[in-house]
């Protein structure tokens, strides 16, 4: 399958529409059902955590959601933001668009990936819309957009078409450029956000001031190395035992997306072991993923995911993925500035040297000694500051 052309992604010219997240009581109540008549797996012999989820932990979760966690309250954080949506290529998308504390605050996309959604980002929008609240000047703000990825969360709507990450990236453009007026903005995306950073450094390098990565979106076969260096060589192993121990989920998504969305619609404890997993595995924090987030910021971005209906709409980059090119190559290099920043406990950290085949405008390569893929609620004072400093460079 292949991206549609451009001229069906276009603005309807219809205003953006404000919008208020809001989930039925029947909703809750019914998710409270399904959690408390959970049908629980046995516990494989072995390490906690070594084949999976954890079921001791999961019922613990799974509880705390059920009898204890507040979704009003993280319903009324998350629409502080400024939620709106808009109609582009006859799909509703969302996002939430902050202005910043300057009259003369840049723009600046965020965008994020699976299994995360825009809540990620609350507290980074917090840090540059307000740097003043931070202890930094409000001149360094930015006016910053949140979308909900096309096929994902409040961008959902059951039974339209599915998104790609070429096809989203598009839309994206089109809401910075043509919806909300914005020449030339910045972006920076993490996981499936990065690979949008990337696309528009490249298919958008027109509108793009520069880019702000935590993940390279470098392909999956390496090129021939005759002499690979130390850092290759570790790279390559890296990348050996990431594809062979935990790529199951994208083989899954990549291929049977619609089978396995029946299991995590249908129970909260599937869709939750599902991505917690991801949570606990890809980040820095030394096996208690609930000390290291917190059980709110798990369960809130889980119940974007619950509400909506999204997971199997979610999975359909991976799908699109697999057919078709991959989405910078050396003969379509990401041009525009670019800075990255790597965590130690990202799932892939490429040396500079492969990066550079694909980026071709690297200016900032800055290494973090402690974080993982959820860079923005990992680390979000040291991510904002790097976004902040590099973008002011720019300026």
């Known amino acids: 399958m292949t991206s549609q052309n451009d001229s069906t992604l276009k603005w309807d010219g219809q205003p953006p529409r404000s919008f208020d997240i809001f989930v039925e009581d029947g909703v809750l109540d019914d998710l409270r059902t399904r959690l408390r008549a959970t049908r629980w797996p046995d516990q494989a012999p072995g390490e906690p955590w070594q084949f999976g989820t954890d079921v001791a932990y999961l019922k613990g979760l799974c509880t705390y959601w059920a009898e204890e966690y507040d979704w009003r309250a993280q319903e009324a954080a998350l629409n502080s933001l400024n939620n709106h949506k808009v109609t582009i290529g006859g799909y509703d998308l969302h996002y939430a668009h902050v202005p910043g504390e300057s009259p003369d605050a840049p723009p600046l996309l965020l965008t994020h990936g699976w299994p995360g959604s825009f809540c990620e980002y609350h507290q980074l929008v917090q840090r540059l819309t307000r740097p003043s609240d931070f202890g930094g000047r409000p001149e360094d703000s930015f006016t910053v957009v949140v979308p909900s990825l096309p096929g994902y ?9 599915r998104f790609g990450l070429r096809d989203a990236t598009d ?9 909300l007026g914005y020449d030339k903005f910045f972006a920076h995306g993490q996981d499936f956000g990065s690979y949008v950073a990337a696309h528009l450094g490249n298919a958008h390098a027109d509108k793009t001031r520069g880019i702000h990565i935590t993940l390279m979106a470098l392909p999956r076969v390496l090129p021939e190395l005759p002499e690979p260096t ?8 890296q990348l050996a035992n990431w594809l062979t121990e935990e790529t199951g989920y994208v083989q899954i998504m990549g291929t049977k997306p619609q089978t396995l969305s029946f299991g995590l619609t249908d129970s909260p404890a599937g869709l939750a072991s599902w991505i917690v997993e991801k949570w606990r595995s890809w980040s820095d924090c030394n096996g208690d993923v609930d000390a290291h987030f917190g059980r709110d910021v798990i369960l809130t971005n ?3 995911y619950w509400v909506t209906g999204a997971i199997g709409s979610s999975g359909w980059p991976y799908y699109q993925r697999t057919r078709e090119p991959w989405i910078i190559s050396e003969d379509e290099p990401v041009t525009v500035p670019t800075a990255y920043v790597e965590h130690p406990f990202e799932i892939l950290t490429p040396p500079r040297s492969l990066a550079e085949i694909m980026y071709t405008n690297i200016q900032r390569w800055t290494v973090m000694d402690s974080g993982g893929h959820f860079a923005a609620l990992e680390d979000p004072d040291r991510l904002a500051n790097d ?9």
Do not use: C, N, W
């Not at 130390?230 to 192993?237: G, L, P, T, W």
């Open 302 to 304: 889980i119940m974007i």
């Open 230 to 237: 130390d850092e290759e060589k570790r790279y390559q192993a």
């Open 387 to 395: 976004i902040s400093s590099f973008f002011a460079s720019l300026h």
């Open 153 to 161: 969360g409040f961008s959902f709507t059951p039974g339209q078409r």
């Open 171 to 179: 839309i994206l453009a089109v809401l910075m450029t043509d919806v």
